[in-house]
């Protein structure tokens, strides 16, 4: 992704009116909502952010005074939105190819998703660019500064959205796995769910893992079926450890769960998938992911969120729940030939029961017990 050459205009002039409260200087997590609009970009590589302020634009000003981004004044804030886009638009710097439209109310959008835009853009660079998350576009939007001109002779109404449905132009929807580009803070309910999903930005929602599976990746049906089974599986042994006493994470196990093959079609796809869903900034889902093939384990072990999501994907055959010692017989059977499989296969089989072992013995109840209501659409233990 070449960012070097793009820029951020962050539309933070207008009033606030149905929030009640100045939604810019709102402290959101450890910042203000647009210090944090103003981080996404330049975490994202976007050196050059312009924030467009008008009413109580001093105090934006003087909350970004350490940041070094650009301000500038909308002397027509009042006329709404477009009149803050065009003075942004007006004092783009020379050389630039493009440039994001944020409004400052979306302020958990992910890093990914800016650098998802830039990366499409670089390669389709004369298309307005959209994120779409399950269906629906949202922002920001990234445009070709070629239009910069025409949106300054333009005088329709409608804002941005009547602009681009003029003409034939070229518009493009990049698919993200970031429900955040949706998320709007116009109310008080908005910003305390906002600051309730903040603190588990590191872990995707059941939307986004499905996202991320779908469209964005679109990893084979075949796949996600035995994603989703192995979630089920995966949500109902830890749940049955967590009333036994074990502290574990159950978003995480759910998460890193539905996720654990999104790189299945790829050469070492654990690995794989566990660099991917560090770029997209879930370190710790990628600590499960990576070690979902293959975890050497202690005797006596503390099953911990890694240990849980293993064993539920040594359970699930296709989608379908699987005896271990079965399931390891067939393995065996097939690359009986080769050494060096045959001692991974037997290693995994040790950790593998280890683990049911463990969670037997903490439970205090059989595995099929355990895992008697679990619907994965293939039946039961045999």
Same mark, same amino acid.
């Given at each position: 992704m070449n960012a070097?050459?793009?820029?951020?205009?962050?539309?933070s002039a207008?009033f606030?009116?149905?929030?009640?409260?100045?939604?810019?200087l709102?402290?959101l997590g450890?910042?203000t909502v647009?210090?944090r609009?103003v981080?996404?970009y330049?975490?994202?590589g976007?050196?050059?952010?312009?924030?467009?302020?008008?009413?109580?634009?001093?105090?934006?000003?003087a909350?970004l005074g350490?940041?070094g981004?650009?301000?500038?004044?909308?002397p027509?804030y009042?006329?709404?939105?477009?009149?803050s886009?065009?003075?942004?638009?007006?004092a783009?710097p020379e050389?630039?190819?493009?440039f994001?439209?944020h409004?400052?109310d979306?302020?958990?959008?992910?890093?990914?998703?800016v650098k998802a835009?830039?990366e499409e853009?670089s390669?389709?660079p004369d298309?307005?660019?959209?994120?779409c998350?399950?269906?629906?576009r949202?922002?920001?939007?990234l445009l070709?500064v070629a239009?910069?001109?025409?949106l300054?002779d333009?005088?329709?109404?409608?804002?941005?959205?009547?602009?681009?449905?003029?003409g034939s132009?070229s518009?493009r929807?990049?698919?993200?796995?970031?429900?955040?580009i949706l998320?709007d803070?116009d109310?008080?309910?908005?910003y305390?769910?906002?600051?309730?999903?903040?603190e588990r930005e590191?872990i995707?929602?059941?939307?986004?893992?499905r996202?991320l599976?779908?469209?964005?990746?679109?990893m084979p049906?075949?796949?996600r079926?035995?994603? /989703?089974?192995? +979630?089920a599986?995966a &949500? $109902?042994?830890?749940?049955a450890l *967590?009333? %036994?006493g074990?502290?574990?994470d159950?978003?995480?196990?759910?998460?890193a769960?539905?996720?654990?093959?999104?790189?299945?079609?790829q050469?070492?796809?654990?690995?794989?998938?566990?660099?991917?869903?560090?770029d997209?900034?879930?370190?710790r889902l990628?600590?499960?992911?990576r070690?979902?093939?293959d975890?050497?384990?202690?005797?006596?072990?503390?099953?911990d969120?890694a240990?849980?999501v293993?064993?539920?994907?040594?359970?699930v055959?296709?989608h379908?729940?699987?005896?271990?010692?079965?399931r390891?017989?067939?393995?065996l059977s097939?690359?009986?030939? /080769?050494?060096? +499989?045959?001692?991974? &296969? $037997?290693?995994r089989?040790?950790s *593998?029961? %280890?683990?049911?072992a463990?969670v037997e013995r903490i439970?205090?109840l059989?595995?099929q017990?355990?895992l008697?209501?679990?619907?994965?659409?293939g039946g039961t233990?045999?």
């Amino acid at each position: 992704m070449n960012a070097g050459n793009l820029s951020a205009i962050v539309l933070s002039a207008g009033f606030s009116k149905r929030m009640g409260r100045f939604k810019p200087l709102m402290q959101l997590g450890a910042t203000t909502v647009v210090e944090r609009v103003v981080d996404l970009y330049r975490t994202a590589g976007i050196d050059d952010v312009c924030v467009v302020v008008g009413y109580r634009g001093d105090e934006v000003v003087a909350a970004l005074g350490s940041s070094g981004v650009r301000c500038v004044i909308n002397p027509d804030y009042e006329k709404g939105m477009f009149s803050s886009v065009m003075a942004g638009v007006r004092a783009l710097p020379e050389g630039c190819s493009g440039f994001f439209v944020h409004p400052v109310d979306l302020p958990l959008v992910r890093t990914a998703t800016v650098k998802a835009l830039a990366e499409e853009f670089s390669t389709f660079p004369d298309a307005i660019h959209h994120p779409c998350f399950d269906g629906r576009r949202g922002h920001p939007l990234l445009l070709p500064v070629a239009l910069a001109a025409e949106l300054a002779d333009w005088r329709g109404e409608g804002g941005l959205r009547a602009f681009w449905a003029e003409g034939s132009r070229s518009m493009r929807d990049v698919p993200v796995a970031d429900q955040g580009i949706l998320l709007d803070l116009d109310t008080e309910e908005d910003y305390q769910r906002m600051a309730a999903r903040l603190e588990r930005e590191d872990i995707p929602t059941d939307r986004e893992c499905r996202a991320l599976m779908v469209q964005v990746h679109r990893m084979p049906e075949a796949v996600r079926r035995h994603c /989703d089974a192995v +979630a089920a599986v995966a &949500i $109902e042994l830890a749940s049955a450890l *967590a009333r %036994a006493g074990v502290s574990l994470d159950l978003d995480l196990v759910r998460s890193a769960a539905r996720v654990h093959d999104v790189a299945r079609d790829q050469p070492d796809h654990a690995a794989t998938g566990a660099r991917l869903l560090e770029d997209l900034g879930f370190p710790r889902l990628a600590s499960v992911v990576r070690v979902h093939m293959d975890l050497e384990v202690g005797p006596n072990p503390i099953p911990d969120e890694a240990a849980v999501v293993f064993l539920a994907d040594k359970l699930v055959v296709g989608h379908r729940l699987a005896d271990l010692g079965e399931r390891f017989e067939r393995k065996l059977s097939k690359y009986g030939t /080769d050494p060096q +499989a045959v001692a991974a &296969i $037997e290693r995994r089989k040790r950790s *593998a029961l %280890a683990i049911q072992a463990a969670v037997e013995r903490i439970t205090g109840l059989g595995i099929q017990i355990i895992l008697q209501h679990v619907d994965t659409d293939g039946g039961t233990i045999q």
